[in-house]
């Protein structure tokens, strides 16, 4: 009986340490975006993305990735027009001061990318979206890099506008170090 319990605790310690991911901690990043507002290409930006990624790119399951960053460091290089997008009808960036983004399930595509499938919320309005993303690591340092677009009016972010697009690409370029 003795040998039956000790058995059966090594193996749960061996399986523990098997689904455990790697925890990787945030070097530098960029968070963009870009949306046309009357026929015009508008640049934009986030900062101080937070995040707890674990994440082992060898592993199908154990995986998971939570970001959040302050809405109200939105910059697109026109104070007047920051802070017209930090009002209610855009971000309400003080009912609202985290836009979040959280993921457990991860695929592997052909190509080598990763596939995460993340909760989005902005302004208290959740949906999933599929995020394609390169994760390359070397020596203990990696780089993850995506581009997807999502649509504004999902999230309810100026939806009276008829001269914004409703399609905003978003880029993310995270640095990382275990």
Same mark, same amino acid.
């Given at each position: 009986?003795? !040998?039956?319990?000790?058995?059966?605790?090594? #193996?749960?310690?061996?399986?523990?340490g098997?689904?455990?991911?790697?925890l990787?901690?945030?070097t530098n990043?960029?968070?963009? &975006?870009?949306?046309?507002n009357?026929?015009?290409?508008? @640049?934009?930006?986030?900062s101080?993305?937070e995040?707890?990624? /674990?994440?082992?790119? #060898?592993?199908?399951?154990?995986?998971?990735i939570?970001?959040s960053? %302050?809405?109200?460091?939105?910059?697109?290089?026109? $104070?007047?027009?920051? /802070?017209?997008?930090?009002?209610?009808?855009? &971000?309400?960036? %003080?009912?609202?001061?985290?836009?979040?983004?959280v993921?457990s $399930?991860?695929?592997?595509?052909?190509?080598g !990318?990763?596939?995460g499938? &993340?909760t989005?919320?902005i302004?208290? #309005? =959740?949906?999933? +979206?599929? +995020?394609? &993303? =390169?994760?390359?690591? $070397?020596d203990? !340092?990696a780089?993850?890099? #995506?581009?997807?677009?999502?649509?504004?009016? /999902?999230?309810?972010?100026?939806d009276?506008?008829?001269?914004? =697009?409703? @399609? +905003?690409?978003? /880029?993310? %370029?995270? %640095?990382?170090?275990k």
């Amino acid at each position: 009986m003795k !040998k039956l319990i000790i058995t059966t605790l090594l #193996t749960l310690m061996f399986m523990a340490g098997l689904t455990q991911s790697q925890l990787w901690k945030i070097t530098n990043s960029s968070v963009t &975006f870009k949306i046309k507002n009357a026929g015009i290409s508008v @640049d934009g930006s986030f900062s101080g993305l937070e995040a707890t990624i /674990n994440f082992d790119p #060898t592993k199908g399951f154990g995986n998971k990735i939570e970001a959040s960053i %302050d809405s109200k460091t939105i910059n697109t290089s026109i $104070t007047a027009r920051d /802070n017209h997008l930090k009002k209610e009808e855009y &971000f309400n960036v %003080d009912k609202f001061p985290k836009i979040t983004m959280v993921a457990s $399930t991860f695929s592997k595509e052909a190509d080598g !990318k990763f596939k995460g499938f &993340f909760t989005l919320t902005i302004k208290g #309005t =959740s949906n999933t +979206v599929p +995020v394609i &993303f =390169s994760f390359t690591e $070397t020596d203990g !340092k990696a780089k993850l890099k #995506t581009s997807f677009k999502i649509n504004r009016l /999902n999230y309810k972010v100026g939806d009276t506008s008829w001269v914004m =697009s409703d @399609d +905003v690409t978003v /880029n993310m %370029d995270v %640095d990382v170090v275990k």
